[in-house]
């Protein structure tokens, strides 16, 4: 049976989640959250996403992220992707990380359910008993975003906490996080005096099982939409008619500012060498700052056989001194213009 196409749409909020192929660990130590929480800040930049909540568990990860413009696919083909080569890298592996098709649940911002999603991710590591749950804490969990709540001068730009504090009534301010920390830890003892961890919300079997979360007429919409693909051409995602996604936007700004910071046009590129140093920093500053598909940019940039593009973007990124090194600094420049 044909999987059903993603519902991608302007604003869109989604529980993903993913786990290791077969039940194995995608985060073998510290430092493999730490490099998927750098993979995950490029994806952010790249794709305009804002993350309300995040908790990195060991075989699986669990998002609750909402898309500005409709590029949930392809974000997440660059970041899974990214991820993976840099664990198998790490590790001297190869082969797929993840199993299957990670999930995306859509979440209806409205009512408790956001909010709901929201606890649901940040209690999970309490559920799996990753600390001590009579003497420990839920924020002693560095790798979730609960901590990070708490702590607001380390909270990267991507993390918004005031949906997920405003449905309480708190403010993101001392009072109001010390009462989101207290109501947290007050849900871990609830959870330490079950017997079924997994069933103290009842509305959690919904998260786990279903596809998407929310009021009868937010599932009447989210149905309806998904109907209008199945019956049309049938595609990776429903993204509207002719949606202009951030990454398309940023990378056309991209180009056009690294050529000409490089003193290039895009007239005189087809005379150019195809791995002219210039182009190669142009083509790692948009690859570096968007999820577009390597064909655009080889295309755009007149860089000839696709299959080339990741080996001249590499030679960029991997420049610690000399004439690459230069041009990579001076074209790093440009994604702050």
Not at 136 to 155: C, E, Q, V
Request: charged fraction near 30%; aromatic fraction near 10%.
């Amino acid at each position: 049976m044909g999987r059903n196409p993603r519902i991608e749409f302007e604003g869109a909020i989604y529980h993903v989640m993913s786990r290791g192929n077969r039940q194995e660990p995608v985060f073998i130590d510290d430092t493999d959250c730490g490099v998927f929480l750098v993979a995950f800040d490029e994806a952010c930049g790249r794709c305009g996403w804002r993350i309300h909540a995040f908790a990195l568990m060991g075989n699986h990860y669990h998002l609750l992220l909402e898309t500005p413009e409709a590029n949930l696919v392809d974000g997440m083909r660059w970041l899974q992707g990214t991820y993976t080569k840099r664990f198998n890298g790490r590790h001297k592996q190869w082969g797929h990380l993840f199993q299957g098709r990670y999930k995306a649940l859509l979440v209806d911002c409205d009512g408790d359910y956001f909010g709901t999603v929201c606890d649901y991710i940040h209690l999970n590591p309490a559920r799996a008993k990753c600390f001590d749950l009579e003497e420990g804490r839920l924020a002693d969990y560095k790798w979730s975003s609960f901590p990070l709540y708490l702590r607001p001068s380390r909270r990267p730009a991507w993390l918004s906490v005031d949906r997920s504090l405003g449905r309480l009534g708190l403010a993101d301010d001392r009072s109001g996080r010390t009462l989101y920390r207290q109501q947290l830890q007050k849900r871990v003892v609830e959870i330490a005096c079950s017997g079924k961890p997994w069933e103290v919300d009842e509305a959690w079997a919904k998260i786990r099982r279903g596809w998407c979360f929310g009021s009868e007429e937010f599932r009447d919409r989210m149905t309806g939409l998904l109907d209008g693909v199945m019956k049309g051409k049938r595609r990776d995602s429903f993204a509207g008619e002719e949606t202009v996604t951030h990454d398309m936007l940023e990378a056309e700004r991209l180009l056009e500012v690294g050529l000409g910071n490089m003193g290039l046009s895009e007239a005189g590129l087809a005379g150019l060498r195809k791995n002219d140093p210039r182009k190669r920093a142009v083509a790692w500053l948009v690859r570096k700052q968007t999820s577009v598909r390597n064909e655009w940019i080889s295309k755009r940039l007149h860089m000839g056989n696709v299959s080339k593009l990741s080996s001249f973007v590499k030679s960029i990124e991997d420049s610690r001194a000399g004439g690459l090194f230069q041009l990579k600094k001076r074209v790093a420049q440009c994604k702050k213009v």
